[in-house]
């Protein structure tokens, strides 16, 4: 009687979708699938987009989050898909698009599971860069510029390439290693938790080389003192490893390229693979395509060994 009150609105959004029961398929078997997606697609079915008062209440969010992690499959191009859904149902309202479009963004970019990166950078670039004006152009940058930091390393991308000289002074060049697999690390020889890492690495190196599989490592430093360089590489002995750094383009802690133009300045590197801590470690396969990422925090030693036997087919 009364449909325009906040808590009609709210016993409406709450109320759940009537099921049919599944039909059966051509072949006489029952259609296994069919209430799944009945369900899903109907979901919504009893939920007012266009009321802003339901963002005040737990049933917006609620909503939402049941949708995104109990009816959506938890692969990136499947999220992106329901997330595409829920912000064009949004547009009902100014305030529940830009309530929408913020929350979706601010989850996946905090999110800690690998791969899921690319929704971020999937809203932000179909989204903020032409639909939002709530936010002030330094706000914009700022989250377009993530955005753009995060895209050249997401699985499935080519790495960045990297030139930089070894503690020979031979340049060696990422994309020309020749290996099934590639473990780019970074790390910094002062770093507790690199010392901790880097042995336990170099072990299952050696796991992985005695059941035929092929990985090689370049390993950047990304610390300017040779003597800690070198020192490190003897006391975990990664000698076969190959070790590089860029020490020539800083002088007295000024940067200057024309000092070494061959090879990637460490600004560069650690601007293009995002480093903020150490230890980093991306895989690559074969063609230099980024398998593991870092940009969530390296994955665990185990389960980096775990991807590269699935990936060898072991």
């Known amino acids: 009687e009364n449909p325009d009150i906040l808590f009609s609105s709210i016993l409406k959004s709450s109320k759940d979708i009537e099921i049919p029961n599944a039909p059966i398929l051509e072949n006489g078997k029952i259609d296994s699938s069919f209430q799944y997606r009945y369900y899903k697609s109907h ?7 266009s009321d802003e008062r339901l963002l005040r209440t737990p049933i917006f ?8 992690e109990k009816l959506t499959f938890k692969q990136a191009d499947s999220i992106i898909v329901s997330c595409d859904y829920l912000i064009e149902q949004s547009r009902a309202n100014s305030e529940v698009f830009q309530y ?12 800690k599971v690998m791969g899921l990166e690319k929704v971020f950078v999937h809203l932000v670039n179909k989204y903020f860069k032409t639909d939002v004006d709530w936010l002030d152009e ?12 995060i895209e050249p390393l997401m699985i499935g991308k080519i790495a960045p390439n990297l030139s930089l000289r070894d503690s020979n002074d031979v340049i060696q060049v990422l994309q020309n290693m020749s290996n099934e697999f590639t473990l780019l690390i970074f790390y910094d020889p002062d770093c507790g938790h690199c010392k901790k890492e880097i042995p336990v690495i170099k072990q299952k190196q050696n796991e992985w080389s005695e059941d035929g599989i092929d990985v090689g490592v370049y390993c950047v430093s990304v610390e300017l003192d040779r ?8 006391t975990y002995d990664i000698g076969s ?26 600004p560069e590197i650690k601007e293009v693979y995002d480093i903020a801590g150490t230890p980093k ?15 969530k925090g390296s994955i665990g030693v185990e389960q980096l060994s775990e991807l590269i036997y699935m990936e060898a087919g072991k």
Do not use: C
């Not at 490893?241 to 460490?266: C, F, R």
């Open 138 to 149: 330094v706000q914009i940058f700022n989250i377009t510029n993530r955005a753009e930091t």
């Open 43 to 49: 979901f919504f079915d009893n939920f007012d987009f």
């Open 100 to 111: 929408t479009l913020s929350y979706l963004a601010s989850t996946y970019e905090r999110s």
């Open 281 to 295: 470690v991306y895989l690559l396969d074969k063609n230099k395509r980024i398998l593991v990422n870092a940009i």
């Open 227 to 234: 003597e800690k360089w070198i020192e490190f590489i003897n």
């Open 241 to 266: 490893w190959i070790n590089v750094a860029e020490l020539k383009t800083i002088q007295d802690g000024v940067y200057n390229k024309g000092m070494d133009p061959n090879v990637t300045s460490l």
């Open 61 to 68: 969010h609620n909503k939402i989050s049941t949708y995104l």
